[in-house]
T-cell receptor
Framework: NAGVTQTPKFQVLKTGQSMTLQCAQD?????MYWYRQDPGMGLRLIYY???????DKGEVPNGYNVSRLNKREFSLRLESAAPSQTSVYFC?????????FGQGTRLTVV | DAKTTQPPSMDCAEGRAANLPCNHS???????VYWYRQIHSQGPQYIIH???NNETNEMASLIITEDRKSSTLILPHATLRDTAVYYC??????????????FGKGTKLSVKP
């Protein structure tokens, strides 16, 4: 039982490049989330998905797109990366009582 | 506007109880109080949640005041491994637009030997 798996763990992008952060959960949860965390700050919600096929904006959605193609996977896409998107990204899935988080993706945009 | 107010930092001696306060004066009748913690750049970890009754599990106890406007997370015997940022979150349960999991700035708890 792997829980929430994020890939990659580390990534360096050049300004303007695109990439997709992958997240998969094996707990059959409906709700999934993407957050970013900047140094010394709390987590900020980017997008969330209440169920397969539905997505909604969170606190800081600009510059990102998401896709919830099936119940297991919720991906986050940066179409044109900017240095301001340098951050640690966390994915989470949630049961009726608690959320489970992945180990994070450390993204640097140069 | 933030739904919760927490002190930015607290210290606790190892082996003593750590009492982390949270104010949530605008909590509505059906909103729960959740606590998570984040240990040094790992993903956050669920601790406990409650509606109005006090709750206890193997990790901690949650005391909610009768008017539900504030709560306290209690770690009964803090260890060095409890050093973390603790987040108090008020929300409706389950996912969906009503039940977003929004984190504030939390309280950085430092457990000292």
């Amino acid at each position: 039982n792997a829980g929430v798996t994020q890939t990659p763990k580390f990534q360096v992008l050049k300004t303007g490049q695109s990439m997709t952060l992958q997240c998969a959960q094996d707990m059959n949860h409906n709700s999934m989330y993407w957050y970013r965390q900047d140094p010394g700050m709390g987590l900020r919600l980017i997008y969330y998905s209440a169920s397969e096929g539905t997505t909604d904006k969170g606190e800081v959605p600009n510059g990102y797109n998401v896709s919830r193609l099936n119940k297991r996977e919720f991906s986050l896409r940066l179409e044109s990366a900017a240095p301001s998107q340098t951050s640690v990204y966390f994915c989470a899935s949630e049961s009726n009582t608690e959320a489970f988080f992945g180990q994070g993706t450390r993204l640097t945009v140069v | 506007d933030a739904k919760t107010t927490q002190p930015p930092s607290m210290d606790c001696a190892e082996g003593r109880a750590a009492n982390l306060p949270c104010n949530h004066s605008t909590i509505s009748g059906n909103e729960y109080v959740y606590w998570y913690r984040q240990i040094h750049s790992q993903g956050p970890q669920y601790i406990i949640h409650g509606l109005k009754n006090n709750e206890t599990n193997e990790m901690a106890s949650l005391i909610i005041t009768e008017d539900r406007k504030s709560s306290t997370l209690i770690l009964p015997h803090a260890t060095l491994r409890d050093t973390a940022v603790y987040y108090c979150i008020v929300r409706f349960p389950r996912g969906g637009s009503q039940g977003n999991l929004i984190f504030g700035k939390g309280t950085k708890l430092s457990v000292k030997p």
